[in-house]
């Protein structure tokens, strides 16, 4: 199974500041990555899919980057909704697999 | 769009469990359909996925064996079944629905409020 990597675990960041988000995969998955949002006690939320695509409705502050083994999730400009869990997911084959997970939280 | 999970509960290590996901508000027999899981206070774990006419499923090396995943499409739902129970099993069950109709892929637009299944003797 591809192994996806997140870095950071979690962050401390305030409103307003510009943050981002990392995951590896242990094999190259061309770009075949989505990334979620998680808050406490509810669903995950789709934000990004095929690397870089912003799912309809997703503010236009949230964007992703890279293609093969490396990706990035930034948030432009951090807003008090923003603070939740991040979740990268590989498409690429079977079986599906998340990244552990980035808790953002407020400093 | 809407996805409701049922069949959660407090169930015996070892025995078995079949949850379902009633779907609504779209044309259910074009969708693949994937259920993820959530241990307490964990990350997130894909379980299992069904293409939208079921003859094409996959599972995660964890339940492999010991599930099954099945859908009827007439009934707008998806099922999971586990057997052989374990405490590892404990969890948060979602059903997601794929954002393309007729894709397998993992880009989950739609999930249920999920169901927990707590496995404990």
């Known amino acids: 199974a591809i192994r996806m990597t997140q870095s950071p675990s979690s962050l401390s960041a305030s409103v307003g500041d510009r943050v981002t988000v990392t995951c590896r995969a242990s094999q190259g998955i061309r770009n075949d990555l989505a990334w979620y949002q998680q808050k406490p006690g509810t669903a995950p939320k789709l934000l990004i899919y095929a690397a870089s695509s912003l799912q309809g409705g997703v503010p236009s502050r949230f964007s992703g980057s890279g293609a093969g083994t490396d990706f990035t999730l930034t948030i432009s400009s951090l807003q008090p909704e923003d603070f939740a869990t991040y979740y990268c997911?590989?498409?690429?084959?079977?079986?599906?697999?998340f990244g552990q997970g980035t808790k953002v939280e407020i400093k | 769009v809407q996805l409701v999970e049922s069949g959660g509960g407090v169930v015996q290590p070892g025995r078995s469990l079949r949850l379902s996901c009633a779907a609504s508000g779209f044309t259910f027999s074009n969708y693949a359909m994937h259920w993820v899981r959530q241990a307490p206070g964990k990350g997130l774990e894909w379980v299992a996925v069904i293409s939208y006419d079921g003859n094409t499923k996959h599972y995660a090396d964890s339940v492999k064996g010991r599930s099954t995943i099945s859908r009827d499409n007439p009934k707008n739902t998806v099922y999971l079944q586990i057997n052989s129970l374990r405490a590892e099993d404990t969890a948060v069950y979602y059903c997601?629905?794929?954002?393309?109709?007729?894709?397998?892929?993992?880009?989950?637009?739609?999930w249920g409020q999920g169901t927990l299944v707590s496995v404990s003797s």
């Open positions: 997911l590989q498409d690429y084959n079977f079986p599906r697999t």
């Open positions: 997601a629905r794929v954002r393309v109709s007729y894709d397998t892929g993992a880009y989950y637009a739609y």
